[in-house]
Nanobody, 116 residues
Framework: QVQLVESGGGLVQAGGSLRLSCAAS????????MAWYRQAPGKQRELVAT???????NYADSVKGRFTISRDNAKNTVYLQMNSLKPEDTAVYYC??????????WGQGTQVTVSS
């Protein structure tokens, strides 16, 4: 089993930056893909960015060029650097781990609010 804890959310003005962190613990070796999702009020949860154990990275079109996903294997932590934030980026951001056996773990979420 894998446990995930997010941090780094908050309130920022449009054009500002935030960095989210997701610390993983437990069966780290079983993680295949780490991802960030977000869910805005009244909307479905959407995929923001992924990073595989091999280092392959993908982004949603809406965040390309503004967000950067990265990881620090020594700290078992994945980051989401968010620049040029827009009000439409306001959402609860969730960290997700896809395991090699097909299982999945979720963090508790962290609120990001971007004011105009």
């Amino acid at each position: 089993q894998v446990q995930l804890v997010e941090s780094g959310g908050g309130l920022v003005q449009a054009g500002g930056s935030l960095r989210l962190s997701c610390a993983a613990s437990g069966s780290i070796f079983s993680i295949n893909v780490m991802a960030w999702y977000r869910q805005a009020p009244g909307k479905q949860r959407e995929l923001v960015a992924t990073i595989t154990s091999g280092g392959r990275i993908n982004y949603a079109d809406s965040v390309k060029g503004r967000f950067t996903i990265s990881r620090d294997n020594a700290k078992n932590t994945v980051y989401l650097q968010m620049n040029s934030l827009k009000p439409e980026d306001t959402a609860v951001y969730y960290c997700n781990a896809v395991l090699r056996d097909g299982g999945s773990s979720w963090g508790q979420g962290t609120q990001v609010t971007v004011s105009s």
